[in-house]
Antibody, heavy 120, light 111 residues
Framework: EVQLVESGGGLVQPGGSLRLSCAAS????????MSWVRQAPGKGLEWVAN????????YYVDSVKGRFTISRDNAKNSLYLQMNSLRAEDTAVYYC?????????????WGQGTLVTVSS | QSALTQPASVSGSPGQSITISCTGT?????????VSWYQQHPGKAPKLMIY???NRPSGVSNRFSGSKSGNTASLTISGLQAEDEADYYC???????????FGGGTKLTVL
């Protein structure tokens, strides 16, 4: 069974940092692109960043470029999101999501999410 | 403001059919057959219901179907059941600076 379990969320002051983790199991982690998708309170979904299977390619939504860094450790079956210079508008539930394989462009599995609150 | 436009809410009675629309542009919905739909129950993770406009993942009920015409995609749920009450989000590949855009979500109420 595919499982994605996020951790690391919490309350942080504006300008602060936080590192999110996503532990993957039930599939060959190193074979999939992975993404972070966020959902602000009461709002819709927003793709944040993704990373290629071997970590050689990374992409970000414009609003987080230069502040967030996505990474992965295939030996530990883990995905990370380092978030620096956090702003109030980064407050959201952050989901780890697996990108479907075989040329598809969708997210076939999602974690339960971890809440990040940026507030003084 | 979300990139794709969905109605804020729809409702239907058990057994009825409903359709949720998702309107984009020729740079996303209209330009690619990479529209997907996600179901999200309160406090839960999104679940993939439809991919590539009209394909259902294994395990998803055939009461769920998808289609597209021009810049508008649609999700139809037939034989509504109480368990279908949830938020539904559409998503599309896009040629813009980010690979995906989402709709703002539609709250489905089963009366």
């Amino acid at each position: 069974e595919v499982q994605l379990v996020e951790s690391g969320g919490g309350l942080v002051q504006p300008g602060g940092s936080l590192r999110l983790s996503c532990a993957a199991s039930g599939f060959t982690f190193s074979s999939y692109w992975m993404s972070w998708v966020r959902q602000a309170p009461g709002k819709g979904l927003e793709w944040v960043a993704n990373i290629k299977q071997d970590g050689s390619e990374k992409y970000y939504v414009d609003s987080v470029k230069g502040r967030f860094t996505i990474s992965r450790d295939n030996a530990k079956n883990s995905l990370y999101l380092q978030m620096n210079s956090l702003r109030a508008e980064d407050t959201a539930v952050y989901y780890c999501a697996r990108e479907a394989a075989a040329g598809r462009i969708d997210f076939d599995y999602w974690g339960q999410g971890t809440l990040v609150t940026v507030s003084s | 403001q979300s990139a794709l436009t969905q109605p804020a809410s729809v409702s239907g009675s058990p057994g009825q059919s409903i359709t949720i629309s998702c309107t984009g542009t020729s740079s996303d919905v209209g330009g690619y057959n990479y529209v997907s739909w996600y179901q999200q129950h309160p406090g839960k993770a999104p679940k993939l219901m439809i991919y590539e406009v009209s394909n259902r993942p294994s395990g998803v009920s055939n009461r769920f179907s998808g289609s597209k015409s021009g810049n508008t995609a649609s999700l139809t749920i037939s034989g509504l059941q109480a368990e279908d009450e949830a938020d539904y989000y559409c998503s599309s590949y896009t040629s813009s600076s980010t690979p995906w855009v989402f709709g703002g979500g539609t709250k489905l109420t089963v009366l």
